[in-house]
C-alpha cells in the first residue's frame, strides 16, 4: 500500500538539501467538444427584420426580398441588446450553434457602429451561460454540406459575405469575423478537399497570403485573389477597402452612375448642374450598344 507521506519526493516536500525537482507526469483529459446553442434560440431572433439596420442596409443594395432570403441563408437574426443591432449565428457544418455575434451597423452607411464604443458582443456572454467552451467555426459554415463540390471564397468581414454571395453565388462565402478571427487549422480543416479563394481586405493579403501553407498541409487547394490590392486608389487604401465595398460602390445603380460619369465628365457637370436625383439606371448591354451604333446619324440631317 502506498504510503502518501513516506513516498513523497524530498525534493517536492522541500526536505532535500539539493536543488527542487518536480517530475511532471502529463494527465491525460478527453477534449472538450464544443459548447452550443440551443436552435431554438436563435430561430425567434429571425424575424423583426424592419428595425435591423443590417437588414436595412442590405435592402436598401439589393432590395427587400433579396435582403430577407440572404438573412435566412446565413442565419442572420435581429438582437435587442442594442436598438437596431443584429446577431450573425456561427453555424458549424453539422448544423450545431457554436455562438451568435452581435453587431451594430449604420442602416445608411452600412459600416459598424464604433462611437462612443465599438458595438460587438457575443450571445453566450450576454446570456451569461455557465461553462461556455466557444470553439469558433467560419460564418457560413452550414451551406457548406448542401454544396459539396462548389468552390469556397473566404473573406473577413460577416457582411462581405452577404454581400458577395448576391453579386457571386457561384462561390460558397464565408467569413472569418475579422483579419485575425476564426483562421486557424482547426476552423478550415472542414475544408479539407476544397478549392478555396482567400480574399482579404486591403492590408491584409500578406498576413493571409503566411496562411496559405498551412492550408495546402489540411488537404486545401488555396489560392489569394488580390483584385483589391492591385486595382484599389491610395484614397482606398487608407480606408482599408473589402470586397463588399467595392461591389456595392461599383455595381449598385449609384455606382454605375459615379463611373458613367468619370468616364463622361460632362455627364457629371449635367447631373451636378440640375441636382438631378438617381432613380435608376444602368449601362447599356453590348446587343443596345450595337442597336444604338447603328442608328446614330454620322452627318447633318438632311
Not at 457548406?144 to 468552390?151: I, K, T
Request: one cysteine or more.
Amino acid at each position: 500500500m502506498l504510503d502518501t507521506n513516506s513516498d513523497i519526493s524530498p525534493y517536492i516536500s522541500g526536505q532535500g538539501g539539493g536543488k527542487e525537482y518536480n517530475r511532471h507526469i502529463p494527465e491525460s483529459h478527453a477534449p472538450v467538444p464544443p459548447s452550443t446553442i440551443d436552435r431554438d434560440l436563435m430561430r425567434q431572433t429571425m424575424k423583426g427584420y424592419g428595425s435591423n439596420n443590417f437588414f436595412l442596409f442590405i435592402a436598401a443594395v439589393v432590395g427587400r426580398e433579396e435582403a430577407k432570403r440572404l438573412m435566412e441563408l446565413f442565419n442572420i437574426g435581429t438582437s435587442r441588446h442594442w436598438p437596431g443591432s443584429c446577431v450573425f449565428w456561427q453555424t458549424d457544418v453539422n448544423g450545431e450553434i457554436r455562438t451568435g455575434k452581435i453587431m451594430l451597423y449604420d442602416w445608411k452607411t452600412g459600416h459598424r457602429v464604433k462611437e462612443p464604443f465599438n458595438h460587438v458582443s457575443w450571445v453566450h456572454s450576454v446570456m451569461r451561460l455557465p461553462d461556455f467552451n466557444l470553439r469558433q467555426c467560419c460564418f457560413g459554415e452550414h451551406q457548406l454540406r448542401a454544396r459539396p463540390d462548389d468552390a469556397v471564397a473566404i473573406v473577413e468581414s460577416e457582411k462581405s459575405a452577404v454581400i458577395a454571395t448576391h453579386y457571386m453565388p457561384q462561390f460558397v462565402w464565408l467569413a472569418t469575423g475579422g483579419k485575425n478571427g476564426a483562421f486557424n487549422s482547426e476552423v478550415l480543416s472542414v475544408l479539407s478537399g476544397r478549392e478555396v479563394f482567400l480574399v482579404p481586405d486591403l492590408g491584409a493579403t500578406e498576413d493571409w497570403c503566411a496562411r496559405i501553407p498551412m492550408m495546402k498541409s489540411l488537404g486545401i487547394s488555396a489560392r489569394i485573389f488580390d483584385f483589391l490590392e492591385r486595382n484599389a486608389s491610395e484614397e482606398q487604401r487608407q480606408f482599408g477597402l473589402d470586397i463588399a465595398d467595392y461591389l456595392v460602390s461599383e455595381l449598385t445603380p449609384q455606382g454605375i452612375l459615379e463611373g458613367m460619369m468619370q468616364r463622361n465628365p460632362a455627364l457629371r457637370k449635367l447631373v451636378e448642374t440640375f441636382d438631378m436625383e438617381l432613380v435608376g439606371v444602368s449601362e447599356m448591354t453590348e446587343e443596345e450598344r450595337r442597336r444604338y451604333s447603328d442608328c446614330t446619324p454620322t452627318g447633318d440631317a438632311g
